[in-house]
Each structure stands twice: as structure tokens, then as C-alpha cells.
């Protein structure tokens, strides 16, 4: 193995629209796109997630197209890619902020403790089902302190519980690997996961989308409020005067018993700032660019959606296998929030799963008839990059296993920096190889 050690830059706008689990570095993804193939070639990245690797073919010149079996990565993929107004975007969303705040934000105010005025509720923190805390952010004094609630409170917080969940999707919780936290507590349906009062927020964001004229700006707006989700939620464990952690950050749902619910507007427009400036970024650098296609596919049934012989490059960034990211379950929250929801491809996800009876054996073999798909699609001289990360042996002997099986060969493997945030969690001390780039080329025909 080389030891170069190519250092991947911190995502562009574009790549910030919306988490996604294992989104590779652009700027790499890009390099490697630019040294494997000419424009006009096509590229595909049939486990394509948010679609980083087809959109920095098609800014390339390149014709990319992205599967993945997991519908709401595609629809974050097409909605990152597809042209929008990003003025229009950016009023809509203003205007969906102001109809639902019209109706919800009386959930979200207190006092000020400084000047006595009408103040916003810029978080709330409880433990177990009492409220211990307020966070206060007044606009007329300009104050902002975590305080000890108030009577006001109190009832608000009470009348909040009782006031309905105003028509928030709320999917059962369904028996799963990331979900175990919340089956053991004894968690029913994901409304749960939130305080009542930024429920019901969410769910009138939500319905504002549902009626904005313009359609075409609806899957952007739709992004902003499933964005908010988890850090409006009550997945973020509350550290005291320095605020919350993470909502995410042990990759599972989760309900800290000590939590911080931030303010759900707030929340919305912080996340309607950052898809607003994706757009606009994507578009620059998509310009006049054919757009990449997008197909909600299994990987393995390429065969009907690609022509034979017809891929000049291959980018594939597939699961990891081991205790590896569960795609289609954490997506499950984000789908249920869609308008119409999107049902989450639990069953023809490749990986392990241990409450699905999916063992190492299954991912093996899952990877090996995705890569013979794979091969059989791409040109007779076509190159192929694979992006792989696991602490994990068997993982690895899977996936070699499925490289040899579709007859690849390995020409040249590079460890790659983790300095892009967010790059998949798994760098912890047990992990032996993590974010290796293989380029590989063809030695065979798989059987
Ligand atoms: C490591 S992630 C890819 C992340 C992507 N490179 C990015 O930059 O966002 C692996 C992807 O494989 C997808 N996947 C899992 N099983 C699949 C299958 N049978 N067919 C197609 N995609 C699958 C998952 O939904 C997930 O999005
Ligand atoms: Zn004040």
C-alpha cells in the first residue's frame, strides 16, 4: 500500500444541503473523476447516497448517474442537483416560517427575566417528564440566559402536552439495530421523539409546504424541515450552561434522559439558510452541465436500468458490512416527514443487521452480486474506484471476495485523510483500515 495520505477539504455549500450518512469529500471524489475518464464519458456510483459522485461528474462534463436502493438519498440527491431559484427558494421559505410561527410560536415564548418583556423560548431542558430548565433569547433586550422555569412555563408546558400532536407523521417505532435504544425504553412512535410543543411546530412547517404554490420548491423546503428534525428533537443530551451535544452523534436514536429541545423554528430557518446556499452552489458549478440522472434501484438489478458495456468509470462507495451505518433506518425519520412519505428499503439494503438476521454471510454475498451487476455494465476498459472503510477483517475479505468474484483487480490503494467533517464516525481505536480508495480495473468477466 502507498502512504501518500491525500487530505480531503471540508464539504462545499452544496454538499451541506442535508446530513447523509458516509458522504464522501467532493474535492477527492472530483480529482479522481477528472484523472479516470474524458468529458462525455459516462460515470456511475451505483451506491451513489447523496449523489456526490455523479454531480461532480456531471460539473465535470462528465454524464453521471447515481442508484441507490434508499429513497430518500435519492430524492436528496435529485433535489440537490435539479436547478431552483434560489431567491424564489429563499422567499418561500420565508413565507412557510411566517404561517407556521403564526399558528405555533405562542408554544415557543416566555419571559424575559431582564426586562420583563415577551421573550422567544430558544430551548427547553428536561429530565425524565419535568421541565428544569428554559433558554431564553430576547429580542427587545437582547438578552439570552438559561433560566429556571417560571408558573408561566410550567403551564405552558402542560397545556403544550395536551394541545395534540397538530397531524405530525408519527410511524411506529419499528423493531431495528438503531432503534434498539428506543424499543428498550419502551418507545412507541417516533413523535416521541420530540417534546410536544416542537411536534406540533414541525408538523405546521410541514403542512405550510405542503401548500406553497410554486411546486418545484417544495423538495428544498421539505429538506430544510427534515434537516431540522433531529436537532429540534429530543435526541440532544443537554450539557449544562454550555448547551447540547450532538443529536446524531452516536449514529442511532437515542433519548438522552437528561435532553435539550431547541427551538424548532429556529431550527427550520438555520437549515433553510444552508439549503438555500446548496442550490445556489450546486447551480454555479452545475451550469449549463447536463444534470446527473438519479434511479431508486438495487444495485444488484443494474442490469434494467443501465445498458450493458456502457459505463466508462465505476465510482462505488458501498456499506461497510461490521456494525457499519444502517441506511434505510436512520433514514427512516426523514421519509416519514416527506410529503408524500417515502417508505424505507429495509429489506434490499446490503449490510449487517443483526435485528434482521443479517450476518456477515448475507453482506458477502449481497456485495458480491452487486459488484458481478456492476461489472457486467461497465465498459471492456472501464476503470472503477471503490471507497471502502471498516475496522473490520471479515468486512474486508467480503469485499475482496466480491472485487475477485466480478473479476477486479486492484491496481493501486490510497488511505485517505479524514479531515472532511463528518466523514464516517468509524475511525474509533478498533478500526484496523478506514476510508481506503481502491482503484481497480478489469482482469475477468464475473461468472
Ligand atoms: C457508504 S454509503 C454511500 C455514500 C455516498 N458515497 C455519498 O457520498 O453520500 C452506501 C450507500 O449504499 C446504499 N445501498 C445499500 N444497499 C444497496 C443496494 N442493494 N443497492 C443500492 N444501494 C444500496 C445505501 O443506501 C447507502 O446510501
Ligand atoms: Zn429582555
Redesign the pocket.
Known sequence: METEAPVAATWPPRYRIHK?????PADL?AERIAAATSPGDLVL?????????PIEAAALGRRGIG????PF?IFLARTTATACDADALAAAGARVLAMAERDEAVWHETRCRRCGRRARLAGTVSHGSALVAVLVRCAACGGTAREEPDVADRSRERASGAAGDGGAPRPPVFVGWQTRKLVRAGIADFGELFEPANLRAFAAIREAISVEPDETLRPSLQLALTGALAQGSRMIADTGAGGGGASWKINVYWLPARRLALDPFRCFANRLTRVVSARRDADAVLGGQARPAFVC????ELAGIVDPGSVHHVFA????GGEG?Q??ELSALWSAWLDPALEP?FA????ENPTRGRDALTFAS?LAE?FRAVAKVLADDGTMTV?FASGDRRSWAALDGALAGAGFAVTRAIDVGRSAPGL?QRTSTRATRADVWLECRRVGYPS
Not at 447523509?20 to 464522501?24: A, E, G, L, M, N
Not at 456510483?45 to 459522485?53: K, R
Open positions: 447523509y450518512w458516509s458522504r464522501k471524489v456510483d451505483p451506491f451513489c447516497g447523496s449523489g456526490v459522485a442508484v441507490d436502493v434508499n438519498a434501484a438495487d444495485a444488484r462507495d458501498p456499506p461497510y451505518i441506511y434505510a428499503a434490499a439494503e446490503i449490510g449481497g452487486a471507497t464516517t
